[in-house]
Every structure is written in C-alpha cells, then in structure tokens.
C-alpha cells in the first residue's frame, strides 16, 4: 500500500504492473531527454548562439525536427501497444471470481465454486484494531491463491463502480447491465488494498478493496471452510422453516 511521502509507485506484485513500472521509467527518461534539448535550445538562442541565418534557414534541421519526434512516438507506441495486448489476454484462468459494485460496498462470487460468495464492507474507524488501516480495511477479504491466473469480472447493481489494486496493475469499470473482465496474476503472498476509482455518490471513498493472496493449501482451506459455513446456514434456516 502506499505510504506517507512516497514519490514512486506501490511496489509491484504482478508481472503487469512490473511491465507497467518499466514502461513508466522508459518513458520518464524520453521526457527527461526532450526537456533537457528544449531547454538546451531556448538557452542558446537567449545567448545568439542559435540566431545564425544559415542555421534557421537549414533544411538538415528541419530534416532533423521532423524525424526526430517520429522515432520517440515509435520508441513509446511499441512498448506501450505490447502491455495493452498482454493486459488484454486472459488465458486458461484457474479462477474466476464475480466483483459487484454496490453503493457502497462490494459483492465478490467465486463462480467455480456452488454457493461461495460474500459482501465486503469497509470496517468503521471505531472497531479497527492496532495495525488495520483507516478506509482501507474490509470486514471480509477477496482470497485467491498466489501465481495462478485470475479472472475477475466487474459488474455494478446501481451507479458506476471501479474496482482498482494498484499493487496489482489491476482498474476496471463497473457498469450496470455489463460484464466487463480483467485478469492478474499475484507473484507474492500478501495483504493488498485499491479503493473504488469512479464517484459513485457520497460514500465514494468508503469502498475499499482488500486482495488477499496466498499460497493454493491455504485457499483450498479457506474456501473449505466458507462452503461449511453456508451449508450449516442453509440447514439452519431449513429447520426454522420446518418448525414454523
């Protein structure tokens, strides 16, 4: 998550947002090159040094402005175009899993899974325990096991929704009476958090997304235990059903 000061960002727990991290650093250097020469340039015409006729009215120069800025289109278009489609590939996923926008809360089903499925709410800032983070903490966790391809599929039952882990490379639309999909792999265990990224009215900001990776044992035995769980609820409300 990020932190208080941080100029970069959130270290990366994907191999997408590690693409992403490269390409940002790729083209940070291409801007920083460009700046460096206009400004160069502006200094030495304050200086006279570039206010020779021979050299305004040259045709190398203008040979040169013209290419140049071709060649650093294609430098950042080529690298750029390769992550859009490696984002875009969603390939024999081990797991999909369902996230529903609500105002305002999030609704996640692991549809390879019969009745395994939760509502996450953010926990008020009077029942946090020491260590929990204030707006980014929900009461239950989307679990999926670590270096397996994950599918989610981003829907919203009211207003637009998006569902957003930085950490993760990972921001898709939630639309109302549309399926949208995205795809991610988790390269580490551990606990990472997104917030919803679209305004969705006035508890925008209390959406908060919490990923939880960890290694294929672990889930199994989570999702073990979920399924235990409904299976006795339903049981429970069948007897209450038959005494009534």
Known sequence: ?????QLGFQDAASPVMEELLHFHDHALMIVFLISTLVLYIIVAMVSTKLTNKYILDSQEIEIVWTVLPAVIL????????RILYLMDEINDPHLTIKAMGHQWYWSYEYTDY???????YMIPTKDLTPGQFR????????VVPMES???VLVSAEDVLHSWAV???GVKMDGV?????QTAFIASRPGVFYGQCSEICGANHSFMPIVVEA????????????LLEMATMEEVTLMMDEDMC
């Open 1 to 5: 998550m990020a932190h208080p000061s």
């Open 74 to 81: 294609v430098l950042i278009a080529l690298p750029s175009l």
């Open 114 to 120: 019969e009745d395994l499925g939760f509502d996450s």
């Open 135 to 142: 707006l980014l903490e929900a009461d239950f966790r989307m």
């Open 149 to 151: 391809p994950i599918r």
């Open 166 to 168: 930085p950490s993760l």
């Open 176 to 180: 109302p009476g549309r399926l949208n």
């Open 214 to 225: 960890v290694p294929l044992e672990h889930f199994e035995f989570w999702s073990s235990v």
